[in-house]
């Protein structure tokens, strides 16, 4: 069975510095994705990044990039030059191959950005 | 635009009275699935569907029905609301239910409360 782990509690980073947010994944496929999706206190979903288990690089998609260690089983989402927009609800969700290829989500990381 | 809607919003009923959420797309996808989420627990996935008229179980499939007549469509069906049914609902697709790549897109949410 998939497992994300998002054990983080709220965490707090100022304006403008790099914050990393945590995600260990437990999985026996040999073929899946991690993705993060950010909930802002509307409530959508926006999708983030995405990292595939044979991709060679870490993913990178503007101010976000994933720091993927295979072998760590850990796929932590870093966010560079925070911004007060960045305040959210963030989640970790992995994706296997398969007759259902649903996401399996962690519990998810709250982030708060000062000015 | 590219995107999954989902209807209503926002509703407030009461125990027992049966009621819809709508979820459409227009991208032509074949996946469909729908996750409620719940605080503390992430989202978990009610139902999916790989297709049309191929629908199964997900996690948490007790006291819901979804149906799939036509590709775009997936509408999620209460029978018989209970309390422990309030929660924020999801739909949400992607081109192909077997690939670990494709992006799910999510809805806007649906916040149901159970009187």
């Known amino acids: 069975a998939q497992k994300i782990t998002q054990t983080q509690p709220g965490m707090f980073v100022q304006e403008k510095e790099a914050v990393t947010l945590d995600c260990t994944y437990d999985?026996?496929?040999?073929?899946?994705?991690l993705f993060w999706y950010k909930q802002p206190s509307s409530g959508e979903m926006i999708f983030l990044i995405y990292?595939?288990?044979?991709?060679?690089q870490n993913a990178t998609e503007g101010r976000y990039s994933l720091n993927f260690q295979k072998a760590r089983k850990s796929a932590n989402l870093v966010i560079s030059a925070s911004q007060l927009g960045d305040s959210a609800m963030y989640f970790c969700?992995?994706?296997?191959?398969?007759?259902?290829?649903?996401?399996?989500f962690g519990k998810g990381i709250t982030l708060s950005v000062r000015p | 635009e590219a995107q999954v809607t989902q209807n209503p919003r926002y509703l407030i009923t009461v125990t027992g009275k049966k009621l819809t959420v709508t979820c459409s797309q227009n991208m032509n996808h074949e996946y469909m699935s729908w996750y409620r989420q719940d605080p503390g627990l992430g989202l978990r996935q009610i139902y999916y569907?790989?297709?049309?008229?191929?629908?199964d179980k997900g996690d948490v499939p007790e006291g819901y029905k979804v149906s799939r007549k036509e590709k775009r469509n997936f509408p999620l069906i209460l029978e018989s609301p209970s309390p422990n049914q309030t929660s924020l609902y999801f739909c949400a697709s992607s081109l192909s239910g077997r690939s670990s790549y494709n992006e799910q897109f999510f809805g806007p949410g649906t916040r149901l409360t159970v009187l």
């Open positions: 990292q595939g288990s044979y991709d060679q």
């Open positions: 969700a992995m994706k296997s191959p398969g007759a259902n290829s649903k996401l399996t």
């Open positions: 999985t026996s496929d040999p073929s899946y994705g």
């Open positions: 569907s790989m297709n049309v008229e191929v629908t």
